[in-house]
């Protein structure tokens, strides 16, 4: 299944200095390997039990390239790549959008599922470990954003784009705000009779939310061209959450602190880059009728990179994505000269 990134954030002037070169002018390509997923998890507070549906998603392999802050990446989950796990089968439609203009971290979420199978559960009560939901569907939407206080000295397109390379370590604060929605539900119920009883069970749920972040981020850079860089953002925001109970639908509205981390680790050369990432973001729902439950959304790589300088051919097609010929100011200079 295809899968889709997009980066549609451009930078107008060149940002290198003595932290950072940023390679604008070339185009970035490269080979990667990466898995998506949304998780449901699950926590019964009166009972003890602890539920994860985990989706089955593919390893998939993609191409993709980077111009002047514009990303566009495609992947296949190939069937060499992955066998039969005896999990079922999943649909989904899972796009990330993870973007890092000078100042700013954004990211957009917008998930589509449709089967998901048990992966996890804290008791050996058989025939749970395994079981397969195939209608059991997930949708959620949302998006975070924050300010990078030290965008001068620390260049996250360095770590997860490679179109640009961190020369010296250095960290930074950030804080924004993120707003989630989204809701699962199941042609029947979702969790097993013989773990829970009736009224301990449902067949759908769902929250929404907003609030503010705040984080720190670090890039480590050693033997002048590797790198590791790690990043974390606490969230509290308030809500509304629900489930539908056999009696009807619950709600209940609540403060909850939610957490979003992302790693990275690799090589950044002149022309080559090897690198692996990670990012994490959890989001917790209020606790209805003592249930905690959150949507767990992933997105794991490795990258093979490799920057040239494209040539007069490519260079006219690329001209469409470069705002810098576009500016008034620089018709005014062409026509001065």
Request: some cysteine; overall charge positive.
């Amino acid at each position: 299944m295809g899968i889709f990134f997009l980066c549609p954030i451009r930078n107008v002037v060149a940002q290198d200095s003595t932290y950072y070169v940023d390679y604008k002018d070339q185009l970035t390509t490269r080979i990667y390997t990466s898995r998506k997923y949304t998780s449901i998890v699950v926590n019964d507070r009166v009972n003890d039990y602890r539920w994860r549906f985990e989706p089955n998603t593919t390893l998939n392999l993609g191409v993709g390239a980077t111009y002047n802050d514009l990303t566009l990446n495609l992947a296949v989950g190939f069937g060499f790549m992955n066998p039969d796990r005896g999990t079922g089968e999943s649909q989904w439609l899972d796009l990330q959008a993870h973007m890092y203009p000078k100042n700013f971290v954004i990211d957009l979420f917008g998930q589509f599922y449709r089967g998901y199978y048990v992966q996890n559960f804290n008791s050996d009560i058989p025939g749970i470990i395994g079981a397969i939901y195939p209608e059991l569907r997930l949708r959620m939407l949302g998006g975070n954003f924050q300010y990078l206080f030290s965008g001068d000295k620390l260049s996250l397109k360095a770590a997860f784009l490679q179109s640009a390379w961190q020369k010296k370590s250095a960290g930074s604060f950030l804080a924004g705000f993120e707003i989630y929605g989204g809701w699962a539900n199941n042609d029947g119920l979702m969790l097993s009779q013989e773990a829970v009883p009736i009224n301990r069970n449902f067949s759908g749920l769902g929250f929404f939310q907003l609030g503010p972040n705040a984080g720190y981020v670090h890039t480590l850079v050693f033997w002048k061209r590797f790198f590791i860089t790690g990043m974390v953002s606490a969230n509290l925001d308030l809500g509304r959450s629900f489930l539908d109970l056999e009696r009807g639908r619950e709600y209940l509205w609540g403060i909850q602190p939610n957490y979003f981390g992302r790693g990275f680790i690799g090589y950044n050369g002149p022309k080559w880059s090897l690198n692996a990432n990670y990012v994490r973001s959890y989001v917790r729902f209020s606790k209805v009728e003592d249930f905690n439950s959150a949507f767990v959304t992933g997105n794991y790589r490795i990258n093979f990179v490799y920057r040239f300088q494209p040539g007069p051919k490519l260079q006219k097609y690329l001209d469409y994505v470069d705002p810098e010929k576009y500016l008034p100011i620089n018709r005014k200079q062409k026509n001065k000269n």
